[in-house]
């Protein structure tokens, strides 16, 4: 009898056996439902890909020790949802980090984990290397405004060029850094 005709329960019974085939038939299962579910949530095809195998992980890690009733779909589908709020708020704390970063606040220590400031960072690296590659004048208007905390209007006069083209400047460099790290 092949594991494909087996119900939820059964393949439970196999996976806890350590049985990989019972396992990749609950993969194959769910993981298209769980993906879409996932995806709608953080719209990046690799992080939905990420906190999917992450959740299946946990199925196997954890297999001896969760209750199945007839259906493995509703402890799956709440696992989802939890791995989505912990990416949600992991990302939510990189975004922060990240943007006191492109702005320049840096208050005491505004990531306070050890892998948040990993994170920040890893950030300031990419970001600093983002800023090398800018053209020349964004490179300068970017740095005078962020760096050197110069106004729109020294900048512009330092640089001798429009109040406007600085602005312009300023927010170009801002996009970049933000689709950078997006």
Not at 47 to 56: K, M, P, R
Request: hydrophobic share 40%.
């Amino acid at each position: 009898m092949s594991l494909n005709t087996y119900s939820d329960k059964e393949l439970f019974v196999e996976l806890n056996r350590d049985n990989t085939l019972a396992f990749s038939v609950l993969f194959d299962r769910y993981s298209d439902v769980l993906f879409r579910f996932i995806f709608k949530r953080t719209g990046s095809v690799s992080d939905s890909q990420d906190i999917l195998q992450e959740v299946f992980l946990s199925v196997w890690n954890k297999r001896t020790k969760i209750e199945v009733g007839e259906s493995l779909y509703p402890y799956l589908f709440r696992a989802s949802k939890y791995e989505v709020i912990d990416w949600l708020v992991r990302n939510d704390k990189r975004s922060k980090c990240m943007e006191r970063l492109v702005v320049g606040h840096y208050p005491e220590p505004f990531c306070s984990t050890s892998e948040e400031e990993l994170m920040a960072k890893e950030l300031e690296t990419l970001l600093a290397h983002e800023v090398d590659s800018m053209p020349l004048t964004m490179q300068s208007v970017f740095k005078l405004s962020r760096v050197e905390d110069m106004s729109i209007k020294e900048i512009a006069a330092q640089l001798s060029i429009s109040e406007q083209t600085v602005k312009n400047n300023i927010s170009l460099a801002i996009s970049r850094l933000r689709l950078l790290v997006k």
